[in-house]
């Protein structure tokens, strides 16, 4: 059981840069997968980044030179570092853990947050 807490969102204009974080509890952070994802209305949730236990990284296309992953396993941590934001990154993002990356990815049988608000202003 994992249990999610994301944090770092808000309105920020195109080009800026803010950083999302996500605390996680439970004493086996390090077994698994972790990554983000976001979701606008009306539209499916979209793969956004994911790290794996060995800190290797992986990114949506649409992402890929302006975000950034990483992990603190001693903290229990995840932190994404959105740069040169547009005004398609407007979603609320969440973070996940599985205990693969591959399941990660298909966004299923996962754990989830409750999800932090960001808004770009163009």
């Known amino acids: 059981q994992v249990h999610l807490i994301e944090s770092g969102g808000g309105l920020v204009q195109a080009g800026g840069s803010l950083r999302l974080s996500c605390a996680a509890s439970g004493r086996t952070f390090s077994m698994y997968a972790m990554g983000w994802f976001r979701q606008t209305p009306g539209k499916e949730r979209e793969f956004v980044a994911a790290i794996r236990r060995n800190g290797d990284t992986d990114y949506a296309d649409s992402v890929k030179g302006r975000f950034t992953i990483s992990r603190d396993n001693a903290k229990n941590t995840i932190d994404l570092q959105i740069n040169s934001l547009k005004p398609g990154d407007t979603a609320v993002y969440y973070c996940?853990?599985?205990?693969?990356?591959?399941?990660?990815?298909?966004?299923?049988?996962?754990?989830w947050g409750q999800g932090t608000q960001v808004t770009v202003s163009s």
């Open positions: 996940a853990a599985a205990p693969l990356t591959s399941i990660l990815r298909t966004g299923r049988g996962s754990y």
